[in-house]
């Protein structure tokens, strides 16, 4: 892998911080390229009270030296505002005294019970800290960098809600990729569609009021891709394979799809895939059944991406569970969450798009710098 990266950090412990190794040098990087995608993560209706505890303010710590990456990694921090009302029970220093807010009850479907047998914790705060979607701002600070790699590129990643809590939005995109964000970030849902938007709204409020939460479905597209990115040549060169594991490895992901997916199964093939015509001299598509992806290459054709997300673990008005001090029937524990978070999530989605493109283009087009790389990238699209 070309582009690879690593964050740390638990959800109230100190900060976040993230390394990206393989960016070429010279690309043009602010800690504004990052705010920007980090205020959008913030955003959607159903999330809790954190998000306005935390400024997600990121730190650029090396890497980048006057606007500009130096080929070397890039690190950034987040820190975490919450940590001080946090530091006596998140501290790194050794203490004698029993934690506060230890956590006995697992919540079901969170990674809380599988985590503390795994690990052989007593206190189950212990997996839940860094199994929290917490960790999620700084992929996204790192998917900004390779958002604005891409940028530079010419390729645009966005997305959109098309589901949430069952109510789905229908309508078939009618916004080019490259204005899709702009129409959706200012919407509650991040959805296309006002009316879909506000079922979805009611959805969650209906949700959060009842003690509940809802997932739901995202799609994230990238247009202006150059064809050829990936191989059939090798499994995991394959770039559905890199794109389905990114998505996956979101927390509350439990289905990917990519063009048609689940729905092509049924579909006899004659509708399933993309008929050619010559277009001004070229081979064209009919259409763009494949989502982009043929034989493990981008066509050039807009990227689809969907990803299903699962509701929320953590219910305020909990499920059956286990104290598992006593191991007697207890309610799952409650811990401070969000209603819902599929708006965040296609965010998230985005950003981990960026990562998975971004590698592909360096891996095809290669180099040490954008000055070495541009060119090869350019002369192929001509
Ligand atoms: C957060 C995601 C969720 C929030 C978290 C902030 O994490 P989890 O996966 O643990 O539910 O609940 O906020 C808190 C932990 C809190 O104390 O409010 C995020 O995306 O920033």
Redesign the pocket.
Known sequence: MTLRFLTAGE??GKALVGILEGAPAGLALSAEDIQRDLSR??KGHGR????K??G?KVEILSGVRRGRTLGSPIALLVPNQ?FKNWEGIMGAEPSDAAPARRVDIPRPGHADLVGRLKYGFEDMRDV?ER????E??MRVALGAVARTFLSACGVAVASRVTAIGGEVDEAPLSVPVRELNERVDADPARCANPEASARMVARVDAAKSAGDTVGGVFEVLADGLPPGLGSYAQWDRRLEAPLAAAMMSL??IKGVEIGGGFSSAAAPGSRAHDAYEVRGGRVGYRSNRSGGIDGGMSTGQTLVVRAAMKP???LMKPLDSVDLRSMTPAKAHV????AC?VP?AAVIGESLVCLVLANAVLEKFGGDSMGEMLPRLRAWGA
């Open positions: 959800s109230h993560r913030k809790g009270n954190r998000q505890i935390e997600d919450d839940l199994a929290s979607a917490r999620t701002a927390n509350a929320i673990a953590t811990e401070r969450s969000d978070a965040a």
